[in-house]
């Protein structure tokens, strides 16, 4: 999936009681993404559903912050950290 900078899209949730996660599916111009949240101990993890090689990890989540990373799968199945961003909640 391309995501280049200032992308617009739409997502829509769904939670799936049964499975305890939620069905993501992200769309913007020409493509659609479908993704899986799930709560694991103090993280949620969002992986992407049709090849699996993506996820995105929220952990360290207090009222003020959070820690954001993001992960791709390399040709030898190991995770790379593609993006790790400390980010301040907007108060107000």
């Known amino acids: 999936m391309n995501m280049p ?3 617009y899209g739409t997502t829509i949730r769904m ?6 996660n939620w069905q993501v599916y ?9 993704l ?10 969002i992986t992407e559903q049709s090849e699996k090689r ?7 989540i ?3 912050s959070f820690h ?3 992960f791709v799968l390399n040709k030898d199945d190991k995770w790379d950290v ?6 301040t909640k907007k108060q107000g």
């Open 15 to 20: 939670y799936c009681p049964g499975q305890k």
């Open 36 to 45: 899986t949240a799930e709560k694991e101990g103090k993280q949620i993890i």
């Open 54 to 60: 993506m996820k995105w990890v929220f952990s360290d």
């Open 5 to 7: 900078d200032a992308e």
């Open 62 to 64: 207090t009222d003020e």
């Open 26 to 34: 992200y769309t913007c111009v020409g493509e659609y993404t479908r």
């Open 82 to 87: 593609m993006c790790d961003c400390i980010a």
């Open 68 to 70: 954001w990373q993001n």
